[in-house]
T-cell receptor, first 113, second 113 residues
Framework: NAGVTQTPKFQVLKTGQSMTLQCAQD?????MSWYRQDPGMGLRLIHY???????DQGEVPNGYNVSRSTTEDFPLRLLSAAPSQTSVYFC????????????FGPGTRLLVL | AQKVTQAQTEISVVEKEDVTLDCVYE???????LFWYKQPPSGELVFLIR??????QNEISGRYSWNFQKSTSSFNFTITASQVVDSAVYFC??????????FGAGTRLFVKA
């Protein structure tokens, strides 16, 4: 199993550009989520999904869109990049059930100029 | 409100010293789960341990041990005989019955040779 994969590993954008961060998992997990990590702030939830076709907002959703057409994939779209979105983005997945552990992808480092 | 506090921003120790990383959580739920993750300099997030609210037994895994005390809402992590490879950022996280996991801000541990 590859676990949770993310692409790209690193991306530089100009302000106003759009892009999609890809996330895929091969563990048949229903629950997937996107976090951003900023210095001194831990991980903050952007959006999450509890299954194909179902998504919801997390703590910091503004400026991001998600969709979940399949169990495996959960892309994160930046609509119009801003310097405040410079961050490291992590995708995670877990099986259904509050006791289940989240497994994280390797992260995408995004720099918005 | 749910909250995780890791009051220690950075800790520096010399190799072979013992070190304890503090984690204090807040929740009104009676069923919840606590996690510790390690983020080494390479950037990935590595799951270390999960503990549910009904199990206050301490756990030891090699040089790592965890002390869970509901009376003080704490879930502290101790590394015995620290090594340079333990240098990382460590995150404590709280998950309750919903779909959101709350992370602390993290503690950066430096272990000097």
């Amino acid at each position: 199993n590859a676990g949770v994969t993310q692409t790209p590993k690193f991306q530089v954008l100009k302000t106003g550009q759009s892009m999609t961060l890809q996330c895929a998992q091969d563990m048949n997990h229903e629950y997937m989520s996107w976090y951003r990590q900023d210095p001194g702030m831990g991980l903050r939830l952007i959006h999450y999904s509890v299954g194909a076709g179902i998504t919801d907002q997390g703590e910091v959703p503004n400026g991001y869109n998600v969709s979940r057409s399949t169990t495996e994939d959960f892309p994160l779209r930046l609509l119009s990049a801003a310097p405040s979105q410079t961050s490291v983005y992590f995708c995670a997945s877990r099986a259904t059930g509050s006791q289940e552990t989240q497994y994280f992808g390797p992260g995408t480092r995004l720099l918005v100029l | 409100a749910q909250k995780v506090t890791q009051a220690q921003t950075e800790i520096s120790v010399v190799e072979k010293e013992d070190v304890t990383l503090d984690c204090v959580y807040e929740t009104r739920d009676t069923t919840y789960y606590l996690f510790w993750y390690k983020q080494p300099p390479s950037g990935e997030l590595v799951f270390l341990i999960r503990r549910n609210s009904f199990d206050e037994q301490n756990e030891i895994s090699g040089r790592y041990s965890w002390n869970f005390q509901k009376s003080t809402s704490s879930f502290n992590f101790t590394i015995t005989a620290s090594q340079v490879v333990d240098s990382a950022v460590y995150f404590c996280a709280l998950h309750t019955g919903g779909f959101k996991t709350i992370f602390g801000a993290g503690t950066r541990l430096f272990v000097k040779a």
